[in-house]
Nanobody, 121 residues
Framework: QVQLVESGGGLVQPGGSLRLSCAASGSIFSIETMGWYRQAPGKQRELVAVIISGGSTSYADSVKGRFTISRDYAKDMVYLQMNSLKPEDTANYYC???????????????WGQGTQVTVSS
């Protein structure tokens, strides 16, 4: 089995910064992609940022220029540096990873439990 554990959420004032971390552990052969999604109350879960195994990244338009996703390949971790935070960034942030558990198998998607980010004065 695979586990994703997020950390780093909290309360921050508008314009502030937070750094989210997500650690993958368990039966991991390779990680194809790692990313961050968020879900605000009453809204659908949306993609925030994703990084693929080759290092290419993609961001939601709403966070471009403010958020940066990065990976530590040795530690099977992914990070989300969030700067210039706005009240509309308030949401529960979820880590997602597509992981192969053995050679020749198809990747399986896994989710973390979520970490709350609240941007408020």
């Amino acid at each position: 089995q695979v586990q994703l554990v997020e950390s780093g959420g909290g309360l921050v004032q508008p314009g502030g910064s937070l750094r989210l971390s997500c650690a993958a552990s368990g039966s991991i052969f390779s990680i194809e992609t790692m990313g961050w999604y968020r879900q605000a109350p009453g809204k659908q879960r949306e993609l925030v940022a994703v990084i693929i195994s080759g290092g290419s990244t993609s961001y939601a338009d709403s966070v471009k220029g403010r958020f940066t996703i990065s990976r530590d390949y040795a530690k099977d971790m992914v990070y989300l540096q969030m700067n210039s935070l706005k009240p509309e960034d308030t949401a529960n942030y979820y880590c997602n990873a597509n992981i192969r558990e053995a050679w020749g198998t198809r990747p399986t998607g896994y989710w973390g439990q979520g970490t709350q980010v609240t941007v408020s004065s």
